[in-house]
């Protein structure tokens, strides 16, 4: 076993002796601050009570202990793995020392080696073995953040001057290299060294032979960049045509507002010209033949010179910080961080010292927290800077016309103890930080909806955009489970083109795609992150729907009047109803009106209008007593009662217990009871049942008129209720005896009849 594996086994076994004759160890186990990539833990909280350097710098030696390998290379890996971590330890005395002394600890390579230089108990000095040790700590990881498209080839220059100076031949740097990668690579996943092996090898082979790959495009790095955000099923080409004809726009507007249009057949000198085959830099200074601006020119070319201060500096925590974020996203920050002046919304140490890292540490570090015990992305944090962001256009980064907000700003610094390090983080104002805190706090609480609310008002969010604010996932995973009662709506399906409202999780899409082939699915959501989701499912799951961010009070805004064949609100209409305010009030049959008028607009004649929600029960004067099993359970009612936003619910409490109440305000309790706590304070903001049958029948004719007739309508009790509160409540008559429930849904089909009005 290894000498370092011993010390660390007897430091786990409480032999304190041994760690102070282990300068590295010392360092590793004192470590009072938790330094460490976020993407590699479970939980924040077991931060406190574990120390996952000293685990990762195990598990990295447990894999060098167990190759075979000759003396001399074990020898020194063993060594480079022991010190390469220990810019993430020492107490917070020392780590203030440290950087008085000039040791960069936020460029944690280098920091190693720094302290390997100093602390190092070899004995030996200026010799080429200690040489060669002190370049692998320095380089220590490169190899894998260059896959990542994190750190461009030449941070590994100092190893090809290994081989330069003969210190090593090129074989003996490279059956160092890749045993050294196997270890730092394994011991973050196992499943990741074999996905990259071959990749590591070729790349070894590159720096040990002194070739020289590539060089990366803007393009090729931001794919790299995003590897894990396409492995959820980015759509990575696309969304990259996106943003790169956004540029182009800008720049267009730019050159014509400031009356610069070039003569066709002009030049344009792009500094370090790209090649529009390979996207790859060509010679320095080559003049770039463009058309007049209003015509054809390289694609990218404003995204590719908008990135190429980036060429050459090191990302770190980029993917860890960013990967939640969309590409569009993503680049909007890259373009900020490499804002090189002072503004209002930047504060930075000048320096003359060029920029060779960008840090996004802190943004990391602020972006997460646990959740139910698990490391989770802060969405409340990720919601405000996703809208800060997408309002944020193109041409206001490093201008003065950015809009400003008083809750919000980006932040792009230096520090004099890493004077060639940029940290780009967002900072909150106070207010907000603690009333994100009170949300967090707040959360499976009756307080929880409050405070989300204020958080709405804070930053101008829109409610009915983040129906599930924390459990979306969770939501859309549950809608993913909804296809067998969904089916039923696919045999009123008509026309060619199908628009789902509020797709969810996209079972509606999936069904109409896989058994009406013929059919056209379109899911339309206003909620961002679930468009997101969904394409990202259409990636990852090759399908041919489509999904467009829209209002469903306003669907003439995103297809042609008179071209849809049939429009679906399934289980939609009843949160339309519940959270879009019309005309200052929620609960507000308006809205229901609008959606309605919004779909029949835009259907062909022919077409259909497909209703899947909730229905209240008739007569509506009907009561119903209902007896808890469990004394607890009562209390539910009391805080429903408090929390119900829809209307006020009237609660009589009769003999044994029991209570009697109007039998839709009785289910519409029971439809919240029968999701459970976590669901809760969503569920309480939403009325499920707004129309009786006939009132329904009646309301669809007062708004659509005497063009829409209704070919189906039928109501029935959807499957679960019964057996989720089996075992909980008594459902009774007003005379004490067990009755079924009444229907909780309705499915209700409109037909448009009149002549054909279709816009081509």
């Known amino acids: 076993m290894l000498t370092s594996l011993k010390a660390i086994e007897a430091y786990r076994r409480g032999a304190e002796p041994q760690v102070p004759a282990y300068t590295w160890l010392r360092f590793l186990v004192s470590a009072e601050e938790r330094i460490v990539n976020l993407e590699r833990i479970r939980s924040i909280h077991e931060l406190a009570d574990a120390n996952p350097v000293l685990d990762y710098v195990e598990r990295t030696l447990r894999i060098l202990d167990g190759l075979k390998l000759s003396f001399w290379v074990k020898e020194i890996l063993e060594t480079v793995l022991v010190w390469s971590e220990t810019a993430k330890g020492g107490t917070v005395r020392q780590r203030m020392q440290w950087q008085a002394d000039g040791i960069n600890l936020f460029v944690h390579n280098l920091g190693s080696a720094q302290l390997f230089d100093r602390f ?57 290299l890749i045993p050294l990668n196997h270890c730092i690579i394994g011991a973050v996943s196992p499943e990741l060294w074999s996905a990259v092996r071959s990749e590591v090898e070729e790349l070894t082979g590159h720096i040990s032979s002194g070739e020289q790959p590539g060089v990366w ?50 030049q344009v000198f792009v500094g370090e010209a790209l090649d529009a085959g390979t996207g790859q830099t060509g010679q320095p200074a080559r003049a770039k033949q463009a058309e007049h601006i209003g015509q054809a020119r390289y694609p990218g070319l404003a995204l590719e010179r908008a990135l190429q201060p980036l060429a050459g500096k090191t990302l770190w925590y980029v993917e860890s910080a960013l990967q939640e974020f969309s590409l569009e996203e993503v680049v909007k920050v890259f373009m900020l961080a490499l804002q090189t002046g002072a503004t209002a919304d930047s504060a930075m140490t000048m320096t003359d010292e060029p920029v060779h890292h960008i840090s996004f540490e802190r943004l990391m570090n602020a972006m997460y927290y646990d959740y139910k015990g698990v490391k989770k992305i802060n969405v409340y944090k990720k919601r405000i800077i996703e809208k800060f962001l997408r309002e944020l256009a193109f041409e206001h980064i490093g201008s003065s016309g950015a809009p400003v907000n008083p809750h919000l700003a980006y932040k792009v610094e230096r520090s004099p103890s890493a004077a060639d390090t940029v940290f780009f983080t967002f900072e909150f104002s106070a207010a907000a930080e603690k009333l994100i805190e009170f949300c967090m706090e707040a959360e499976k609480s009756p307080l929880y909806e409050k405070a989300v609310l204020l958080l709405f008002d804070l930053f101008e969010l829109r409610r009915d955009a983040y129906d599930r604010f924390h459990n979306e996932e969770e939501y859309l995973e549950t809608m993913n489970r909804t296809a067998d009662y969904k089916s039923v709506m696919l045999e009123f399906i008509t026309g060619e083109k199908v628009l789902d409202i509020g797709p969810g999780g996209g079972v509606m899409l999936d069904l109409i795609e896989q058994r009406l082939p013929d059919k056209q699915p379109v899911g339309i959501d206003i909620s961002t992150n679930v468009i997101e989701a969904l394409n990202r499912k259409k990636q990852l799951e090759g399908h041919r729907w489509e999904v467009l961010k829209g209002d469903a009070l306003n669907l003439k805004d995103y297809v042609h009047p008179g071209t849809v064949g049939t429009v679906i609100f399934s289980s939609i209409l009843h949160e339309l109803y519940s959270y879009i305010e019309w005309n200052g009030s929620r609960f507000n049959l308006d809205t229901v009106a609008a959606a309605l008028r919004s779909a029949f607009d835009v259907l062909a004649a022919g077409g259909r209008i497909i209703i899947r929600d909730g229905i209240m029960t008739e007569p509506a004067e009907m ?131 009149g002549e054909t009005h279709l816009d081509n």
């Open 623 to 753: 009561k119903r007593r209902i007896r808890f099993l469990a004394q607890e359970d009562k209390e539910w009612l009391l805080r429903y009662t408090g929390d119900f936003a829809g209307r006020q619910i009237q609660v009589e409490y009769v003999e044994n217990g029991d209570v009697m109440m109007p039998v839709n305000d009785a289910m519409e309790f029971l439809y919240t009871y029968t999701w459970g706590e976590g669901a809760y304070v969503h569920e309480v903001q939403e009325q499920f049942g707004y129309f009786t049958p006939s009132g329904y029948a009646d309301f669809i004719g007062k708004v659509l008129g005497p063009e829409a007739v209704i070919v189906e309508f039928r109501h029935f009790l959807q499957e679960g209720y019964t057996d989720a509160l089996a075992g909980k409540v008594v459902f009774m008559d007003e005379k004490g005896a067990p009755v079924p429930l009444p229907d909780s849904t309705c499915l209700i089909v409109i037909e448009k009849r």
């Open 120 to 176: 190092n108990e070899m004995g030996e000095t200026g010799t080429d073995k200690l040489l060669v040790i002190r370049t692998l700590i320095e380089t220590h990881g490169l190899i894998g953040q260059h896959i990542r498209g994190e750190v461009p080839f030449e941070g590994n220059e100092p190893l090809r001057e290994i081989v330069k100076r003969g210190l090593l031949t090129s074989e003996e740097l490279q059956s160092l």
């Open 217 to 266: 495009s803007v393009r090729e790095r931001l794919r790299k960049l995003r590897s894990g955000s396409i492995r959820q099923g980015e759509n990575f080409e696309a969304e990259y045509e996106k943003v790169a004809e956004a540029l182009e726009e800008t720049e267009r507007v730019r050159v014509d507002e400031a009356g610069e249009g070039m003569p066709q057949g002009g």
